[in-house]
């Protein structure tokens, strides 16, 4: 499984758009971005997920860049309650592939 | 509303006893997982089942052991064997066509299992 590299923490302000970066150097062409999100003693939460297209839904937009090497979750408009980490996760396209978590971003907002 | 439950929310364990962890769902899902998460850390891989009657190691099984004899049904056992248990413990489960947007695992509330 590929490898990813998230900052240990960041900080945003209630109600601004907040910016998460993971790099990916070693992804493969099979391999999907994963995002998910993990409240204080709660189960991960999933985000978004995505393959080589920009992604958006409800919750989040994922855009990737052109070499696949990065990603980067964009929050539209934090609130207190996206206060969480936050999990960049490369799955094997396989049916095989599981999810294989790291320590992700403590993600803080400030009201 | 469909979902994953798992059961109890804290567990106490006494040293040398073995434990079983309920996880149930009933989201249709055919793969099921194990998780183990200690403080400050991610979640490591412990056991997985893509479908009835058959499962897997993941990277930390020594000491633990599944099954699944039903869809819905993926308890783990803590053993003896397993030296350092204290940890919290999450059940995910997922759809085999993952890939489709918007699907990804959903995970239960976990257990806390304290060795006492």
């Known amino acids: 499984d590929a490898k990813t590299t998230q900052p240990n923490s960041m900080e945003s302000n209630e109600e601004e758009p907040v910016h998460l970066p993971c790099n990916h150097s070693t992804i493969s062409g099979t391999d999907y971005i994963h995002w998910y999100r993990q409240l204080p003693s709660q189960g991960p939460e999933y985000v978004i997920h995505g393959l080589t297209s920009n992604v958006n839904n409800r919750m989040a937009s994922l855009a990737i860049a052109e070499d696949r090497k990065s990603s980067t979750l964009i929050l539209h408009r934090a609130t207190l309650r996206d206060a969480a980490v936050y999990y960049c996760i490369i799955r094997w396209g396989g049916s095989q592939g599981n999810l294989i978590f790291g320590k992700g971003t403590k993600l803080s907002v400030k009201p | 509303d469909g979902g994953i439950t798992q059961s109890p929310k804290y567990l106490f364990r006494k040293e040398g006893q073995n434990v079983t962890l309920s996880c149930e769902q009933n989201?249709?899902?055919?793969?099921m997982y194990w998780y183990r998460q200690d403080p400050g850390q991610g979640l490591r891989l412990i056991y997985y089942?893509?479908?009835?009657?058959?499962?897997q190691k993941g990277d930390i099984a020594e000491g633990y052991s599944v099954s699944r004899e039903k869809k819905e049904s993926f308890p783990l056992t803590v053993t003896s064997a397993q030296k350092n248990p204290t940890a919290f413990y999450l059940c995910?489960?997922?759809?085999?066509?993952?890939?489709?947007?918007?699907?990804?695992?959903?995970f239960g509330s976990g257990t806390r299992l304290t060795v006492v």
């Open positions: 089942s893509q479908i009835v009657n058959d499962f």
């Open positions: 989201l249709n899902h055919d793969a």
């Open positions: 995910a489960s997922s759809r085999r066509d993952w890939k489709l947007a918007n699907y990804g695992y959903t």
